[in-house]
C-alpha cells in the first residue's frame, strides 16, 4: 500500500508568536509548488493560531505537542483535543520522550490521549522509541513491545485508521546522533509487523511509521530510501525554515 510522506517539525518550547508567526509564514513561501510530502509544524501553543493563520492556503499542516485526554474541566494549565483543534491544528504529537522523561507520562496516558485526539478529529502522531541503555541492554524490541501495545491498547483497528508512529530512540533526540540506516529498518519492519499482529495487515500496511532524531538535509535521503520509513520527525532542524525545507526537498 501507498502511503503518503510526511515531514513533520517538532518546534519544542522555541519562538514567541511573532517569531513563529514569520517563520510559518517563510515555511509557507519556501514550500509554494511542493503538494508532496506532506508537511506539518508544531509550534508551541500559544502560537498554534498563529502559525494556523500563517500557513493558511499553503497546504501545510499544524499539530500540537500534547493534550490533555479530557474535553474540558478544572484542570488549570492543560489544553484539551477539541481546543486545539478549534486552532485549525490537524495533529497532534503524542508520548514525545520529552513528555515521558519531563513530565511522567507513561503509556497508559499515551493511550487515553490517542483517544481523545481522535475523538477530537485530531491525527495523533504516538513517539515511542529506546534510551541509550536499553539498547545497550538488547531491550529494544521489548521496550518498542510494550509501548505499541499498551499506548495502543483496547482500540479496535477501525478506531485508530490515520494513526502516524514516530520511532524516535531517545539517544538519538538532540544528540546529533543518527541509528544507523540498519538500525532504523529494523525497528520499522519490526513496529509494522507488531502493529500486523495486533491489528491485521491492512492497518499496518497503511500506518505512517516516521523515524526522529538528530535528522538533517543531509542524512534524510539515506532514511527515507528504507522501505518501512514514511517520514520524519525533526527536533532542532525544523527551527529554520530554510533548513527544515531542504529536508523536505532532499527526500529524493
Ligand atoms: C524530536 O524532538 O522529536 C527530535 C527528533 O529532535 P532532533 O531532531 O533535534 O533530534
Given amino acids: ?137 538488547k531491550k529494544t524490541f521489548s521496550v518498542l513491545d510494550k509501548q505499541v501495545s499498551n499506548g495502543l491498547k483496547d482500540f479496535r483497528s477501525d478506531e485508530i485508521e490515520g494513526l502516524v508512529v514516530a520511532y524516535e530512540p531517545v539517544w538519538a533526540i538532540g544528540t546529533g546522533k543518527t541509528a544507523t540506516t540498519d538500525q532504523v529498518q529494523e525497528v520499522h519492519g519490526y513496529v509494522r509487523s507488531l502493529i500486523a499482529g495486533l491489528f491485521g495487515n491492512f492497518l499496518a500496511s497503511g500506518t505512517r511509521i516516521l523515524y526522529g532524531g538528530s535528522v538533517k538535509p543531509d542524512n534524510i535521503r539515506s532514511l527515507m530510501e528504507l522501505k518501512d520509513v514514511d517520514g520524519a520527525l525533526v527536533g532542532g532542524a525544523s527551527l529554520d525554515p530554510e533548513k527544515f525545507i531542504k529536508i523536505v526537498q532532499n527526500i529524493g
Fill in 1 to 137: 500500500m501507498s502511503r503518503k510522506q510526511l515531514i513533520a517539525g517538532n518546534w519544542k518550547m522555541f519562538k514567541t508568536g511573532a517569531e513563529a508567526g514569520q517563520a510559518a509564514q517563510k515555511l509557507a513561501d519556501l514550500a509554494a509548488g511542493i503538494r508532496e510530502p506532506e508537511i506539518m509544524i508544531a509550534p508551541a501553543f500559544p502560537s498554534l493560531p498563529i502559525v494556523a493563520k500563517a500557513l493558511e492556503g499553503s497546504g501545510i499542516k499544524t499539530g500540537a505537542q500534547n493534550l490533555f485526554h479530557e474535553n474540558e474541566g478544572a484542570y488549570t494549565g492543560e489544553v484539551s483535543g477539541p481546543m486545539i483543534r478549534d486552532t485549525g491544528a490537524s495533529y497532534v504529537i503524542i508520548g514525545h520522550s520529552e513528555r515521558r522523561q519531563y513530565f511522567m507520562e507513561t503509556d497508559v496516558h499515551v493511550n487515553k490521549k490517542i483517544r481523545s485526539a481522535f475523538q477530537a478529529g485530531l491525527t495523533p502522531v504516538m513517539c515511542i522509541g529506546e534510551s541509550e541503555t536499553e539498547r545497550d541492554e
